[in-house]
């Protein structure tokens, strides 16, 4: 930094030494020995030195001045300080500012060189006087050009890394391995959540301890690199964990959701294949012929056919020997075979009637054909086996009678046509000339020798023609299956030349396989409604995931709207606010528990009902089933006896009932239910000793049944629907669901007068509880029981531990079963009840109970959960001594439920693990 200078020609002559000396002498007498020093160091110091006076006029500058600038010391000299600094630099003025107020500045102001270069340099400079009181400047400056350089080329470096890393396909994160801490990311882990300065677990995946399948603590314990596959938040990532430091870690995972599906897909794909292609009735091979004829893949009945085995045809050419056991013959029908593969003519890789002899045994005949696949590179090598027809051929031409008799016997239809072709050689009908009497049982022609078959019966058909008209002239044989539409049979048909060409005589071998044709499109028929009902069970999964989540919420939603109703007065404006969320909640609980009637993840409990109440409950919703063309009028019977069931599978019955009559309605029409008490004789009911019955009615004026049809109704997947619009699944089901409740039904329906269903429960002892209204909370108040709380919905587990303490009772709580075995281990206290969801994460509720009553062997358990599995029942019913709580529940519920399971004798200890 320098001040202006004075460009006086006098002065720019003297040498900066003459023009110090003028500034007049040292009054202190300073030894020669300090201008020395001083004098070597301003000569050798390595960064650029200036004296200067206040105008800016430069009176001294060093010779590392002069190599930063490119300048002489007289030149720099001359220019002064605007001659050499940047004017253009913002930061100029500011400095020399702060210099002047302050006597001096340190900062960076930037230089320019003799090349116009422009120079970045750290300066330090301080005001003085000198000792004849004339103020000047020292200033000393750095050049910081090397530094900015390595500066921005570390800058650009980490941008660059930045860059590689965001472009990386996966979620990668730097982290403290201590605390899970992000440092660093990448683009794809900040659309994942993630936040640098917050842990991975709690940003990426929502959690408030570290993931459970992390394998961070691995990498420090045996300090080598992990990898686990793993299948969390939905997704399937394929993750690493890897040391950097001694305090930092990368962890890295790929989403490979999307792979790992096509992967599955494909396993799936190639196992239909497999599975079709073993059960041909052929032998079918995959296999390669140049240089050597090499097995890719080969079902059973291809070495079956060969008479050999899968293992001996696997090494490369092994076919020749393992197939073919005479020397002469192997290489004959090697050389024959591999000439006719190299022409790649299609009519020439087909051999007919090769012999299989094995020693000692009696010989085989095949028929084999070659079809060129990926670009000749394969072959699709298919055999079957002509044994059967090569004997009949070899017997035929042992004598007439010998053919005659085995002709006449044949369960098989033969005939000989003649092939008769029109003036453009197009074969237009065929002459019957010989056919056993085989023929005329399998296609229902008498007296057809000698006569045309277009006089036999109607034209129509001319592809018969066409197929018997293509072998006369090229002599392939051919075997195929094929439906004549005139006599209403399906044949299989095996036909082949058996004269000259010219004369156009063709042999024919047919089988009416009319029967198979009909069982196997009942299979297809029966495949199709089994795919149909998996996808309904898929569909019942994901209604019962979505309304065991939903169950949870709406747990929370009734047990704090209930807590907030507890604490404010009936009058407050915002009581009934809370009822109207309070009403709510309860109506989507009976939506979501329907769901789980329909997904079957329900436990079944029979309760004693009122079919009356429970039938009118329903009314709501099958009116919305049906539609609002369909009218549905009840008449209840008064008095009904109660029944057992459990309510959800009656709901099960009236919604598949109303859906089979609105299908069978179509557009406008009545269904009418109605209940009764009915007698019913022992011998008709089969229900033991019961004989009196609570009576269920559902009629419908649709379209009715026959007979031959009501046979058949309760049977599965019988539906009389068009193709994808049932299962046959519903009666069915309500069949069962009756029966497992002992009772039956009866069937009343003709066509065009509408069905009626008559079910019949057994009549039941005791009462229904009808009333609705609250029971007092303080009839299950708890006496300061200790009871343990395990549930991984926190909001369910703040709820619970409210409502209970609030009752009185001591309240542990745990968000898994290990931090719940943890606390149980250090509670000296005991533990007189376990509620705890049925299904989490680390292990299920069932399991948690069980190794707790170890330490608590009086510990009694209540189950709770949106919907549940045999791990607390069998087949969907609760096992007996096992206390269970559906959510969502209210606050009574659970403190009856409670209070209930506290004062009944636990039966846990004699259920089998």
Known sequence: MTDKPTRDPEQLKD??????RSAGDDPQGASASCENAFAAFFATSLDALFITCPDGRILRANPAACRMLGYSEEEIIKLGRDGILDVNDERLAQALEERRQKGSYRGEINYVNKSGRIIPTEVTSIIFKTADGEERSSIIVRDLTEKKQKEHQVQEQRRLNQTLIDALPCVALLLRPATREIVAMN??????????????????????????????PNVWATGEPQHHEIEGLGVIWDAYWLKVSDDLYIHYAFDVTEHKKHE????????FTKTVMDHLPIGLAVNSVDPAVTMIYMNDNFARFYRTTKEALRDPDSFWEAVYEDPDFRREIKERVLEDCASGDPRRMIWEDIPITRKGRQTHYICAQNTPVLNNSMMLSTVWDVTERMRIQIELKKSEEQYRTLFESMDEGFCVIQVVFDETGTAEDYLLLETNPAFSKHTGLVDVRGKLMNDLIAPGDDSWSETFGRIARTGVPERFEKQSEILNRWFEVYAFRISKPREHKVA????DISERKRAEADRERLQAQLIQAQKLESVGRLAGGVAHDFNNMLSVIIGFTELAQSRIKQSDPVYSDLQEIFTAAKRSASITEQLLAFARKQIVTPKLLDLNEATEATLKMLRRLIGENISLEYHPRAGLAPILIDPSQLNQILTNLSVNARDAIGDVGKITIETAMATVPHRDAGTGEASEFVMLSFSDNGCGMDQ????????????????GKGTGLGLSTIYGIVDQNGGFIEVFSEPGLGTTFKIYFPKQAGRTDNSHAPEKEGRFAGNGETVLVVEDEIAILRLSRTILEKAGYHVLIASSPEEALRLA?????????????????????????LQLMQQFPRLRSLYMSGYTADLIGHHGVLTDGVHFIQKPFSRSDLLKKVREVLDTVSLENSIAP
Do not use: Y
């Open 15 to 20: 040498g900066p030494a003459e023009r110090e």
């Open 264 to 271: 599955k897909a494909l396993r799936d794909h190639e196992q």
């Open 508 to 511: 024919i071998l047919l089988q």
């Open 825 to 849: 281990e250090h509670q000296e206290k005991t533990i007189h009840l376990l509620v705890t969801d049925v299904i989490m994460p680390e292990m299920n509720g069932r399991d948690l109970a």
């Open 708 to 723: 031959e049809t009501m046979k058949n109704i309760f049977e599965p997947f019988f539906s009389t629907k068009d193709s």
């Open 187 to 216: 683009q794809a882990a900040k659309r994942a959540g993630c936040e640098i300065g917050k842990t991975c677990f709690a940003t990426w995946a929502g959690f408030t301890s570290p993931c459970p399948w992390c394998l961070a």
